[in-house]
C-alpha cells in the first residue's frame, strides 16, 4: 500500500515547502482532467495527504504508524523467509541424503547399487517448493547464511547424482568392452585349440620327426600368429588390459616357436628339438601364470 509520500511523490523527509508545492501541481492536472468518479477520488486521497503531511502533528502521528507498520512487514517477511528456509532446508536435506546414498553404494558397494529414488523425488519437490516461497519474499528479510547453506545442498545433491551419472556411464562402457572381449575370446578360441591340437598330435605321434610334423607345426604357426595379431589389436577392459596384452605375447611366442619347429627336419640335431622344448614349456607356464592371476582378480577362470 502505498503511503502519503508516495502519493505526492516527495520523499519522507519532504519540507512542509515540498509538500505544498507537490499538492499544487497533482491540484491543477486533476483540474486538466474530465471530472468523474476517479479524479474526484484521487483528489480525496490528495488532501487527506496534503492535510495529514502539513500538520506537525498529525504528521508526526503518520510516520510514528508507518514506522510500526514497516517493521510488522519486515518482521512477518522475515517469519515468511525462516519458515520457507525451514522447507527447503528439509527438504534440500533428504534430496542431498539421497543422492549421496546413492553415490555411496556405486562408490563403495561394487555391483550392489541402491537408488534412494523416494528421498530424492520427494527432496527435490519440497526444496523446489521451498525455494520459490522464500525468494517471493522481499530481498531484504532473506540471509546470506540461508542462501549459502540451501546452495551447498544443492551443489552437494547434484554432485552426488552426477557421480551416479558417471559411474552409470563408465559401467555401461565396461560392460560394452567386455562384451566385446568375451566375442574376441569365443571367436579365437577355435584357433587356439585347432593349434594346440596340432602341436599335441605331434608330440604324442610315434616315430622320427617327417613331413607331416612339419606341415602341421606351419600350420599351428599360422594360427598363432592370426590369435596373437587378433589379441593385440583387440580392446580390452581396463582391468585386464594387463591379460590381453600377456597372452598376445604368449600366441605370439607360440607362433615363434611353432615355425621353428616346422624349420626342422628328421636330421637337425637332438640339441635343437630340446631347445625349442625348453622354450615350449616355458610359454605353456607363462601362460599358466597368466591363467592364475586372471583367475585370483576376476574369480573365475579365463
Known sequence: MNSYYDLLGVPPNATELEIRSAYGRDVLRLQESASDSKVAQFRAALDAAFGTLVDPT????????LATAAQD????STEDADGAFRDALRGGLWFAGG?????GTYAFLQGTYFLAWGPVLFGGFQLVRGLLRYFSVPSSARRATHLAILAGLIVLGIGSAGFVGVSEALAAQQVAESTKWNALIDA??????????LVEGIANRPGPWNATDTADMAKASGLYAHVADTVAA?????????YRAGMAKNFRDAAAITHEYSLLSATSPATAFEAL?????????EANQLSDRFGAQEGKAP
Open 58 to 65: 498529525k504528521r508526526a502521528t503518520y510516520d510514528a504508524e
Open 73 to 76: 512487514h519486515a518482521e512477518a
Open 99 to 103: 543422492c549421496l546414498v546413492t553415490a
Open 188 to 197: 579365437t578360441s577355435l584357433d587356439v585349440l585347432q593349434a594346440s591340437d
Open 234 to 242: 583387440a580392446t580390452a577392459p581396463a582391468r585386464l588390459d594387463w
Open 277 to 285: 622344448d625348453k622354450r615350449w614349456k616355458a610359454r605353456l607356464d
